[in-house]
């Protein structure tokens, strides 16, 4: 470890990891911390995430994909069954990761880079001078060293605590912070190339369950409730998902226990700071509706690289210069999805069952050709209109706009 | 102030961002409450998938 660097990286997640990357190719000279001793570990993840969108970054590996997944079910709570191809279901079909291998080859890919690479290392202040960040301050092994960068990114995850020590607000609303659990099971008979997602206020309030499979009779069985219908004893996620696993997998054997957390809320109103720029989970930029948070990581991390990059080159790292990254993320294909999926989140979470099961019944019905995000909003909302109620004007306004 | 079943919480982290004052941490593997900021709102409790964390009046 030197005392200086070009870029400082707190956290060692896809985010993280793919700046440091990015940066590292370009020349500069980077290093990235891990508070914990073994990245990619513990998961937290439902290890989920569209085919295309991750073949944007890394050309896919047996070594760290699962399974491929070629269809969706969506089963509504009166438990009609949807089954939906890769045309409808759009990126949701796609790769289920083995997230231990995949976050660890990531990293391998930042150090061959020419990154450097601190595990157990902690972040436990910035190095702020008139309101600039230029570095941290390093906890390892029980001393604590000042680092000083050109850049700093903060990677450090739902967590996040780096920003906030900046003096960026990234409180994220009880209602909109999705507390999860999760189980790998095996030992059960799951269709190895099918996910499903089950909706329901008695399943899942303000949320879902899925069964992501990992291969032959294995799978991630988990749930995401919305943060302010849990919170006490028999109503927290761990006893939905006991509840669900009991009656779904009753000869399921469980191999690991998962929980987390994912914001469901909009990303932070600045993702940038003077010296700062804030990426993946950290900058609230989870997808909303889905919680898939993947591929958003990979995309920002790698768009704040390439910021740092020229920034750097500029000798300007201040908050307008570093405004671009997040410009350039807002506008993108990424930034337009959460947008949108904000919108229909929102309503998502308002709805009875019986919305639901009407919803999902007229889906079924739809003309596969038509399956657009438009026209599946149009045709949901002419099928229920008490679903376009829910909305109000300003509702519906503002998702036609977002789309 | 909030007190932490150790025996089981996961060290997940989903209750840290809900924290308006700042008061939690995730160091390593184990969830760290300043107690000089804790306010003792018992919105972390609400957001615990495990029921890990309870209020300690």
């Given at each position: 470890?030197?005392?200086?660097?070009?870029?400082?990286?707190?956290?060692?997640?896809?985010?993280?990891a793919?700046?440091?990357?990015?940066?590292?190719?370009?020349?500069?000279?980077?290093?990235?911390?891990?508070?914990?001793?073994?990245?990619?570990?513990?998961?937290?993840?439902?290890?989920?995430?569209?085919?295309?969108?991750?073949?944007?970054?890394?050309?896919?590996?047996e070594?760290?994909?699962?399974?491929?997944?070629?269809?969706?079910?969506?089963?509504?709570?009166?438990?009609?069954?949807m089954?939906?191809?890769?045309?409808?279901?759009?990126?949701?079909?796609?790769?289920?990761?083995?997230?231990?291998?995949?976050?660890?080859?990531?990293?391998?890919?930042?150090?061959?880079?020419?990154s450097?690479?601190?595990?157990?290392?902690?972040?436990?202040?910035?190095?702020?001078?008139?309101?600039?960040?230029?570095?941290?301050?390093?906890?390892?092994?029980?001393?604590?060293?000042?680092?000083?960068?050109?850049?700093?990114?903060?990677?450090?995850?739902?967590?996040?605590?780096?920003?906030?020590?900046?003096?960026?607000?990234?409180?994220?609303?009880?209602?909109?912070?999705?507390?999860?659990?999760?189980?790998?099971?095996?030992?059960?008979?799951?269709?190895?190339?099918?996910?499903?997602?089950?909706?329901?206020?008695?399943?899942?309030?303000?949320?879902?369950?899925?069964?992501?499979?990992?291969?032959?009779k294995?799978?991630?069985?988990?749930?995401?409730?919305?943060?302010?219908?849990?919170?006490?004893?028999?109503?927290?996620?761990?006893d939905?998902?006991?509840?669900?696993?009991?009656?779904?997998?009753?000869?399921?054997?469980t191999?690991?226990?998962?929980?987390?957390?994912?914001?469901?809320?909009?990303?932070?109103?600045?993702?940038?700071?003077?010296?700062?720029?804030?990426?993946g989970?950290?900058?609230?930029?989870?997808?909303?509706?889905?919680?898939?948070?993947?591929?958003?990581?990979?995309?920002?991390?790698?768009?704040a690289?390439?910021?740092?990059?020229?920034?750097?080159?500029?000798?300007?790292?201040?908050?307008?210069?570093?405004?671009?990254?997040?410009?350039?993320?807002?506008?993108?294909?990424?930034?337009?999805?959460?947008?949108?999926?904000?919108?229909?989140?929102?309503?998502?979470?308002?709805?009875?069952?019986?919305?639901?099961?009407?919803?999902?019944?007229?889906?079924?019905?739809?003309?596969?050709?038509?399956?657009?995000?438009?026209?599946?909003?149009?045709?949901?909302?002419?099928?229920?209109?008490?679903?376009?109620?829910?909305?109000?004007?300003?509702?519906?306004?503002?998702?036609?706009?977002?789309? | 102030?909030?007190?932490v079943?150790?025996?089981?919480?996961?060290?997940?982290?989903?209750?840290?961002?809900?924290?308006?004052?700042?008061?939690?941490?995730?160091?390593?593997?184990?969830?760290?409450v300043?107690?000089?900021?804790?306010?003792?709102?018992?919105?972390?409790?609400?957001?615990?998938?495990?029921?890990?964390?309870?209020?300690?009046?």
């Open positions: 470890m030197k005392s200086t660097y070009d870029m400082l990286v707190i956290g060692a997640g896809p985010a993280g793919f700046a440091a990357k990015t940066a590292a190719e370009k020349g500069l000279s980077v290093l990235m911390v891990e508070k914990r001793p073994a990245p990619g570990a513990p998961v937290r993840c439902a290890e989920g995430v569209g085919k295309e969108l991750l073949r944007e970054f890394m050309k896919p590996d070594r760290w994909v699962a399974a491929e997944i070629e269809r969706a079910h969506l089963i509504a709570p009166d438990g009609f069954r089954e939906m191809n890769p045309e409808k279901a759009g990126s949701e079909v796609g790769y289920v990761l083995h997230r231990k291998v995949f976050d660890r080859e990531l990293v391998w890919q930042a150090a061959a880079a020419g450097d690479i601190m595990v157990k290392t902690r972040a436990c202040s910035p190095v702020m001078e008139n309101g600039v960040v230029k570095g941290a301050l390093l906890e390892y092994n029980g001393t604590v060293t000042e680092v000083r960068a050109g850049v700093t990114i903060a990677a450090d995850g739902v967590e996040s605590k780096f920003a906030r020590w900046c003096g960026v607000n990234t409180t994220v609303p009880l209602r909109e912070m999705e507390t999860c659990a999760q189980y790998l099971m095996t030992g059960s008979d799951i269709d190895p190339h099918a996910t499903e997602f089950f909706a329901g206020n008695d399943v899942a309030p303000g949320g879902y369950v899925w069964i992501f499979p990992k291969g032959e294995t799978a991630n069985v988990g749930i995401g409730i919305g943060g302010d219908r849990g919170g006490k004893p028999g109503i927290r996620p761990i939905y998902l006991n509840r669900f696993v009991k009656q779904h997998f009753p000869n399921g054997k191999i690991e226990l998962i929980a987390g957390g994912v914001s469901i809320c909009k990303p932070l109103e600045s993702t940038v700071a003077d010296g700062l720029m804030i990426v989970d950290a900058a609230r930029v989870s997808d909303p509706l889905t919680g898939g948070g993947i591929y958003n990581a990979l995309y920002t991390g790698k768009t690289g390439e910021v740092a990059v020229d920034s750097l080159a500029k000798g300007d790292v201040s908050r307008k210069a570093l405004m671009k990254y997040d410009e350039t993320w807002r506008a993108s294909y990424m930034g337009k999805a959460l947008e949108r999926n904000y919108q229909i989140k929102e309503v998502f979470v308002k709805l009875t069952d019986d919305d639901l099961n009407s919803i999902i019944h007229s889906v079924a019905k739809m003309n596969m050709s038509e399956f657009n995000t438009l026209s599946l909003i149009k045709n949901i909302i002419t099928a229920n209109p008490k679903v376009a109620m829910k909305l109000g004007k300003a509702g519906l306004k503002s998702l036609i706009d977002s789309i | 102030m909030i007190s079943r150790r025996d089981i919480c996961a060290y997940c982290g989903c209750c840290i961002s809900v924290c308006p004052e700042g008061a939690l941490e995730l160091i390593d593997a184990y969830l760290d300043d107690a000089n900021t804790c306010i003792t709102c018992g919105i972390c409790v609400r957001a615990c998938p495990l029921g890990a964390l309870e209020v300690k009046k």
